[in-house]
């Protein structure tokens, strides 16, 4: 039996009618050869309103009960787009993630996939033309409903692309494919026709929303063929896949930038051995992802350091943080919301020196200042002012001609 997974996100799926027409292109692309699994994220901003009504509430809502909320999102979808499918004659069944198997650890509101039971799936997938599963959702060991972290329904798509071995994984969205850089930000920007998994993952990890960094990584490991295209339109989208000689030629593929971290700086640390492992092994145990880090030049046996994390995490970090730097005998704690992340990326960059120089440069003839700087193989982020960030992102892509048709870009 042949499966094609399709993912239609939170705007494909906004209002009754989006969903009859998400129902009525599936039905146009059955013929009889596929099998189709239909993933579906929460209608419109559904999530956003739930997790808004949560901190109503209460300002500490408990993680488990956040997932309990969160996850009825994507339910609505599913049964929705089911009836809609059934009125056009088509047999289908909608599932939760606990229904098809989708078993996770149990970091709630970030959890992730450890292995999925396809049995009830392959079954129904006999049984029914669609099989609509509600993506961002699994089940814990103890039975309890976990999410997979914002952007999660990419992750349930890829995931269950890879193991139906499906002939490929089509994540539709509201714009019609991967593009150099958030085409709401930079209204020049191209469409990519190709990219590599290593670039979309880093593209992705560096905030590009377009796809969830962990589904990029579950298709790079199980080689799933991902396509992103418009659920609105019928262009072809851009291909996400193994990367070939051809793309070294372009250095840089594009541009991310992220508003969602927050940095905190630890001030007058005592510049010991194990220092270090104590302020970021307690971050660890919180489960507080840390992101870029820097360390000042020690001076009289002091450095300072700086940290960033998710905004989301900030609250628990800073508290962490404060305890920790009593226990070290550090001089204090501060934090600063207003940064954002600008980054580049290219696998091209490997083998072309200057791209540092040059990303620096522009950010300087634009008169911002760069607080904190990161680098791989393959990307370079800045942390800078968050008022500065369309400016940086608009100058960097104007600089690196990414909106030019050319192969290669000019250093
Ligand atoms: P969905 O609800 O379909 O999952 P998302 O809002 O999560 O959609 O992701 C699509 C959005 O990603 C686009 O509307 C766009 O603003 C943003 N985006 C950020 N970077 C890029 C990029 N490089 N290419 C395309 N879209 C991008
Ligand atoms: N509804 C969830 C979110 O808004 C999951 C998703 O859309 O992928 O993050
Ligand atoms: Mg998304």
Do not use: W
């Amino acid at each position: 039996m042949k499966v094609l997974v399709q993912k239609y996100g939170g705007s494909s799926v906004a209002t009754p009618e989006r969903i009859r027409a998400v129902a009525q292109r599936v039905a146009k692309s059955l013929n009889g050869e596929y099998k189709v699994v239909v993933v579906l994220s929460a209608m419109g901003d559904t999530t956003d309103r739930l997790l808004k009504m949560a901190y109503q509430i209460t300002p500490n809502p408990s993680s488990r009960e956040l997932d309990m909320l969160l996850s009825t999102g994507e339910q609505v979808s599913i049964a929705l787009f089911c009836m809609a499918l059934e009125s056009l004659g088509i047999s289908a069944v909608s599932l939760t993630g606990a229904q098809v198997g989708i078993i996770t650890d149990s970091a709630h509101t970030k959890a992730k996939i450890m292995e999925i039971d396809t049995r009830r799936l392959q079954q129904e997938l006999q049984q029914h033309q669609v099989v609509a599963v509600a993506g961002f959702q699994g089940i814990n060991v103890r039975g309890d409903i976990v999410t997979l972290g914002r952007g999660g329904s990419d992750t349930t798509a890829v995931a269950l692309a890879a193991v139906l071995e499906a002939e490929k994984c089509e994540i539709y969205t509201d714009v019609d494919g991967v593009y150099t850089a958030d085409p709401h930000l930079v209204p020049n920007a191209k469409k990519l026709e190709r990219i590599s998994y290593d670039e979309m993952l880093e593209l992705a990890s560096l905030g590009s929303k377009v796809m969830q960094a962990r589904a990029v990584e579950c298709g790079k490991k199980y080689g799933v063929k991902i396509i992103v295209r418009s659920s609105f339109k019928e262009n072809s989208g851009t291909i996400i896949c193994e990367e070939d000689p051809s793309m070294e030629k372009e250095f840089i593929r594009g541009i991310a930038h992220n508003t969602s971290e927050a940095k905190i700086t630890i001030r007058n640390v005592p510049d010991q051995p194990g220092i270090a492992a104590k302020i970021f092994g307690i971050l660890a145990e919180a489960n507080i992802v840390v992101d870029m880090i820097i360390q000042d030049v020690s001076e009289h046996g002091t450095t300072n350091i700086s940290f960033t994390v998710e905004k989301t995490d900030l609250p628990q970090a800073l508290k962490l943080a404060e305890k920790v730097s009593q226990e070290i005998n550090a001089k204090g704690v501060s934090a600063d919301k207003n940064i954002a992340k600008v980054s580049i990326v290219g696998i091209g960059m490997r083998s072309n020196a200057g791209v540092a120089a040059k990303m620096f440069q522009t950010l300087s003839e634009e008169n911002i200042n760069i607080q904190m700087i990161s680098t791989s193989e393959i990307k370079i982020s800045c942390v800078i002012e968050e008022n500065a960030v369309q400016r940086a992102v608009q100058a960097l892509h104007r600089k690196f001609e990414l909106d030019k048709e050319s192969i290669e870009n000019e250093l």
